[in-house]
């Protein structure tokens, strides 16, 4: 999964790619931003799960959330690299995705 996401994220790709296979984290940040402030990040958008209505509060955004707790994701791969303009990226791979509608993360 690493091996995925490490070219991609050294080509400076930073959106995900339709024809791939594996559910896709992407962040990008300033200054030591590390693997781990990237997936807390992520998991700051709990706050905007609710899970009875399988859905994000109005206006936000949760699926990167769902995507890292997605009970049937069995491997993640993940990335990180500087890239020339200072900021860092990082790309975590999932396996198999989540987020599919109509299925709840857990």
């Not at 091996?3 to 995900?16: A, E, I, K, T």
């Not at 402030?37 to 905007?48: I, N």
Request: hydrophobic residues 25%; charged residues 20%; aromatic residues 16%.
């Amino acid at each position: 999964m690493e091996m995925r996401s490490d070219p991609m994220v050294n080509n400076g790709s930073f959106h995900p790619c339709p024809e791939f296979p594996y559910g896709e984290n992407l962040a990008k940040g300033s200054g030591d931003f590390t693997g781990k402030a990237a997936v807390d990040l992520w998991v700051g958008e709990k706050q905007y799960y609710d899970y009875n209505s399988n859905s994000c509060a109005s206006g936000k955004v949760c699926g990167h959330y769902t995507q890292v707790v997605w009970r049937k994701s069995a491997r993640v791969g993940c990335a990180r690299v500087r890239c020339n303009n200072g900021w860092w990226f990082i790309t975590c791979n999932y396996d198999p995705p989540g987020n599919y509608v109509g299925q709840r993360p857990y």
